[in-house]
């Protein structure tokens, strides 16, 4: 929970910037770095949490309902059938680069698919994944 | 003669503008920024001001999404889409919750359209108008400019 205040007081500095995505993943692992200690994040752990399937709405069961199972490609929206351009970095160079865009669609996000807010941990591992994924 | 035929040849082409519905040049970068995430920003011109009102401050419920923005670029967005919103008369009703897609405005244009093309995949809601009018986010909703062809495959 102190994390909270800790992560929004960093994204607020940074909230006139373009980032890189790296950047805005240090946000996370520095909040998460308090929880189990010594938190490293991973790829693994985030393209695991990508396409978990949580049973909380059955329209968008998991962030493959919109963003597909292969994140280098473009999605589309699980209701609207929106396009949607590519999440991974390799793909859309626009990805993970403002920090408050990053915040608005976890906190979005995370809510409508998980059903809770997303811990720093799992948005560091999250990012960790779209950045590297080729 | 020939210039009655000249100007009847012209005249006849004027239906075909009124598919022309350009997004206004006072659009706030937040509407795009916040409106066309998960659907096309569409223009303010579709429904009435009264129903923007009432699409706005509901957002929190916004067809089984929380949509909500924060209020500085609500406040902004809200303005914008009053000041630009159609002709009730016009457009008929949008239903409750307001949807362009209730109009008879809408329904009178897409009639000829069959209950499965908006069930296909490449379609999936009525809500997607760039599924078939690709040039829908530039106002440019032709019906010589549709790809429904593909569709009928």
Redesign the interface.
């Known amino acids: 929970m102190r994390a909270i205040p800790a992560v929004a007081l960093l994204l607020a500095s940074l909230a006139c910037h373009a980032e890189t995505p790296q950047q805005i993943r240090q946000i996370y692992v520095s909040a998460a770095a308090g929880q189990p200690a010594g938190f490293t994040p991973s790829a693994q752990r985030g393209d695991a949490f990508f396409r978990q399937r949580f049973a909380i709405n059955d329209?968008m069961p998991g962030c493959t309902s919109c963003h597909t199972d292969s994140p280098l490609n473009a999605g589309?929206?699980a209701?609207?059938?929106?396009?949607?351009r590519p999440l991974a970095v390799a793909a859309n160079a626009e990805r993970f680069s403002d920090p408050a865009k990053v915040e608005k669609w976890f906190g979005?996000n995370c809510?409508?698919v998980v059903g809770r807010a997303c811990t720093p941990a799992e948005k560091a591992d999250f990012i960790t994944y779209l950045s590297e994924v080729r | 003669m020939k210039r009655i035929f000249l100007i009847a040849l012209l005249g006849s082409a004027f239906p075909a503008m009124a598919h022309r519905l350009p997004m206004p040049a006072n659009a706030p970068a937040s509407y795009q920024a916040e409106c066309s995430?998960?659907?096309?920003a569409y223009q303010p011109a579709l429904l009435p001001a009264n129903d923007w009102r009432k699409l706005m401050a509901g957002l929190n419920e916004h067809?089984?999404?929380?949509?909500t923005v924060d209020p500085k670029n609500g406040a902004e967005i809200n303005a914008f889409l009053e000041r630009n919103g159609g002709d009730p008369k016009r457009l008929g009703s949008a239903g409750t919750p307001p949807r362009i897609t209730q109009t008879r405005h809408f329904t009178h244009h897409h009639h000829e359209v069959p209950p499965k093309f908006w069930r296909d995949p490449?379609?999936?809601?009525a809500?997607?108008c760039?599924?078939c009018h690709s040039a829908a986010a530039k106002g440019n909703y032709s019906e010589h400019d549709i790809a429904i062809p593909e569709l009928r495959e």
């Open positions: 329209k589309q929206h209701v609207t059938g929106k396009n949607i979005r809510k409508e | 995430s998960c659907h096309m067809f089984g999404s929380d949509a490449r379609v999936k809601s809500a997607n760039e599924a």
